[in-house]
């Protein structure tokens, strides 16, 4: 981490963008000066569930700020979730979340090491025993 450098950073939402995931993320902090986490802020619409995946050599926790969602985590039963809620998603654990509420799911996901585009793996076709 010798690269970091002390810096304040101010969620843009502007700088949200979907993905072919089914949600919206925004970037909070993603960079290589700051290779040992990143922290994204995620929001899945009312009705939508996210595509199943897994993100390989990466560990996750979402932190749910607002909304309520079932999630899916490797062999857990689906569980419901809330505000103030921490799912702990192993590296290369497969998972999706679900929307079951009325207003946006929003969580923050915070990767460890630092979210790679590269290691995420889209496994929605695959057979899924539930």
Excluded at 36 to 60: D, F, K, L, Q, Y
Excluded at 81 to 99: A, E
């Amino acid at each position: 981490m010798a690269n970091m450098k002390e810096e304040i950073r101010h969620m843009n939402l502007a700088a949200e963008f979907y993905t072919n995931e089914r949600c919206y993320i925004t970037e909070l902090s993603n960079t290589e000066a700051d290779p040992g986490v990143s922290i994204a802020r995620a929001r899945v619409e009312p009705g939508v569930a996210t595509r199943w995946h897994r993100v390989n050599g990466i560990a996750e926790r979402y932190m749910i700020l607002e909304g309520v969602g079932l999630v899916e985590v490797g062999d857990l039963p689906p569980r419901e979730v809330g505000s103030g809620d921490v799912v702990l998603i192993p590296p290369s654990c497969r998972q999706r979340i679900t929307n079951f509420g009325k207003e946006d799911l929003i969580f923050l996901a915070i990767c460890s090491p630092r979210f790679r585009q590269e290691a995420y793996e889209d496994i929605e076709d695959e057979d899924i025993a539930t």
